[in-house]
């Protein structure tokens, strides 16, 4: 199977797992605490949301719901609105994420909610678009461009999808995008310890700085667009065929996501975490790599890596400079 297959494939899996997990939290709620009126739906975000998962992501997950105020479930221990949809939520992230005889299904990640671990597990619609329209910082709308409703009611859904759309699919100058982005990357400088030229993440121009430039590209150009949840490659193929990229731009920045991509799922398919690789890498997990990715050496490959590294923080220095606001053209 190739990457992107995979990618989409493991998303599936975990669509499916979320759907069912929810239908039977929503029987185990209506059990103990009756029904109450009103829509739940749970959005991906991160990996699963852009449908790019690998053998080890974790589930970014959002928890929304709407009612009526003053709602009560009908059952003998009734519940108020936010206490119901609170404890859905936890009941839905402890059955995802409980240590089983199995194994666990999922870690599950919610920190990407409005308040991050401040808020609560639940968050109505209501707070949810209070909160992107006047206190949201600008990576939580970055954030945003991967979020894909995955379970819950339809057509509550559709009505989530509308308001994340009227956030994101607008166009937005890039100065604030560019600052914002060159500020986190300036903290995440002062942190990272690359453990060896395989830590895909902690590199300058690697993985994460990848993904915030293109994410950054996908909010400045959010015109472009129809929903979220696009993949690296789907978003630098439609700012490619939009003219927002000329050729090098983008041959750069599609070529470092393709190697990137190929290696994060080799190493997490193998290795499990990548920022503990040795290096020099074992033989038989190079043995691997080199022949799923039909590359001759490990030299070749660590060539390869730099090479997409420096076209990728070169691009950044350019890209995001005070002297650059929004480009009808992002050039190399």
């Not at 910082?137 to 894909?148: P, V, Y």
């Not at 472009?224 to 696009?230: A, K, Y």
Request: hydrophobic fraction near 45%; aromatic fraction near 6%.
């Amino acid at each position: 199977i190739d990457s992107d297959s995979l990618g989409h494939g493991l998303a599936a899996i975990a669509d499916a797992t979320v759907a069912t997990l929810l239908d039977l939290v929503r029987h185990d709620m209506a059990r103990r605490h009756g029904h109450i009126d009103g829509s739940v739906a749970v959005v991906a975000l991160g990996r699963l949301g852009s449908g790019t998962m690998t053998v080890t992501s974790d589930l970014d997950l959002l928890v929304l719901f709407d009612t009526a105020d003053g709602a009560m479930s009908d059952g003998a221990k009734p519940l108020g609105a936010i206490t119901y949809f609170t404890r859905l939520a936890q009941t839905l992230t402890s059955w995802l994420g409980t240590p089983t005889a199995e194994g666990v299904l999922y870690a599950v990640d919610l920190r990407l909610r409005p308040e991050g671990e401040a808020g609560g597990i639940a968050t109505s619609l209501t707070r949810f678009n209070t909160y992107f329209a006047n206190d949201a910082w600008l990576w939580e709308k970055l954030a945003l461009t991967k979020a894909r409703p995955v379970a819950g009611d339809k057509a509550f859904g559709t009505i989530i999808t509308a308001s994340i759309n009227q956030i994101t699919n607008r166009p937005h100058d890039m100065p604030p995008i560019a600052a914002a982005i060159t500020d986190m990357l300036n903290r995440l400088d002062m942190v990272r310890k690359p453990q060896s030229q395989w830590d895909l993440r902690a590199h300058q121009g690697g993985l994460t700085d990848l993904d915030l430039l293109i994410q950054g590209f996908r909010y400045c150009y959010g015109d472009l667009f129809t929903n979220t949840g696009q993949s690296q490659a789907e978003i630098l193929d439609r700012l490619k065929a939009a003219d927002r990229l000329d050729d090098a731009a983008y041959d750069i920045l599609r070529s470092a996501s393709h190697l990137f991509g190929e290696l994060h799922h080799c190493l997490r398919l193998t290795f499990g975490n990548a920022a503990k690789v040795p290096d020099p890498m074992p033989p038989p997990l190079a043995n691997f790599i080199l022949t799923r990715m039909d590359i001759a050496t490990i030299d070749q490959l660590a060539m390869q890596l730099d090479a997409a590294r420096n076209g990728v923080a070169h691009l950044i220095k350019t890209a995001l400079s005070p002297a650059a606001p929004r480009p009808d053209i992002v050039t190399s």
